[in-house]
């Protein structure tokens, strides 16, 4: 889940906040799908994590 949550950043960083230092079009478009598949990653770990404490009978926060 962290590396995911550092791809996020990363990937959000070059679409929204700093655009103006990657001009290229593909660069831009990779980034935005790369922050789809990353933030999807981010939500499989949490819910494996909540399977996996549920499994040993810890309260799920």
Request: some cysteine; hydrophobic content about 55%; aromatic content about 10%.
């Amino acid at each position: 889940m962290l590396v995911s949550l550092l791809i996020t950043v990363f990937t959000v960083t070059v679409t929204y906040l700093f655009p103006e230092y990657f001009p290229n079009l593909a660069i831009q478009v990779v980034s935005h799908i790369v922050t789809l598949l990353a933030v999807t990653m981010i939500k499989i770990g949490y819910l494996l994590r909540c399977i996996g404490r549920h499994g040993l009978g810890e309260v799920i926060l």
